[in-house]
Protein backbone atom coordinates (compact mmCIF):
# COMPACT_ATOMS: atom_id res chain seq x y z
CA UNK A 1 0.00 0.00 0.00
CA UNK A 2 1.21 3.48 -0.74
CA UNK A 3 1.38 6.52 1.52
CA UNK A 4 -0.16 9.92 1.79
CA UNK A 5 1.65 13.02 2.83
CA UNK A 6 0.00 16.21 3.80
CA UNK A 7 1.40 19.54 4.70
CA UNK A 8 4.57 19.66 6.60
CA UNK A 9 4.46 15.09 6.22
CA UNK A 10 5.83 15.98 2.64
CA UNK A 11 9.39 17.24 3.36
CA UNK A 12 8.81 20.31 1.86
CA UNK A 13 8.65 19.02 -1.31
CA UNK A 14 5.53 21.21 -2.52
CA UNK A 15 4.21 22.70 -5.75
CA UNK A 16 6.18 26.14 -4.72
CA UNK A 17 9.59 24.00 -5.05
CA UNK A 18 8.39 22.27 -8.37
CA UNK A 19 8.03 25.12 -10.46
CA UNK A 20 11.65 25.91 -10.13
CA UNK A 21 12.99 22.58 -9.71
CA UNK A 22 11.00 19.63 -11.48
CA UNK A 23 12.58 16.71 -9.78
CA UNK A 24 10.96 18.02 -6.55
CA UNK A 25 8.35 14.88 -7.75
CA UNK A 26 10.87 12.46 -8.19
CA UNK A 27 10.41 12.24 -3.63
CA UNK A 28 7.13 11.27 -4.29
CA UNK A 29 7.88 8.99 -6.90
CA UNK A 30 10.80 7.17 -5.02
CA UNK A 31 8.53 7.07 -2.28
CA UNK A 32 5.66 5.48 -3.29
CA UNK A 33 3.12 7.47 -2.91
CA UNK A 34 0.03 7.12 -4.58
CA UNK A 35 -1.75 10.26 -4.20
CA UNK A 36 -0.61 13.92 -5.43
CA UNK A 37 -2.30 16.97 -4.55
CA UNK A 38 -1.33 19.69 -6.90
CA UNK A 39 -1.87 23.29 -7.53
CA UNK A 40 -0.16 23.20 -10.76
CA UNK A 41 -1.48 19.95 -12.87
CA UNK A 42 -0.65 20.71 -16.20
CA UNK A 43 3.33 20.73 -14.45
CA UNK A 44 2.50 17.49 -12.33
CA UNK A 45 1.08 15.29 -15.58
CA UNK A 46 3.69 16.96 -17.70
CA UNK A 47 6.74 15.09 -15.37
CA UNK A 48 4.49 12.05 -15.19
CA UNK A 49 4.05 11.57 -18.94
CA UNK A 50 7.83 12.23 -19.41
CA UNK A 51 9.20 9.78 -17.11
CA UNK A 52 6.13 7.65 -18.91
CA UNK A 53 4.17 7.04 -15.30
CA UNK A 54 0.85 8.51 -16.94
CA UNK A 55 -0.52 8.29 -20.26
Known amino acids: ?????VGHHNAN????????NIKI???YINNNI?????DRP????TY???RGLHQ
Open 48 to 50: LRQ
Open 1 to 5: MGKLF
Open 25 to 27: YDW
Open 42 to 45: QLLL
Open 34 to 38: DIIQT
Open 13 to 20: HDDEEAVN
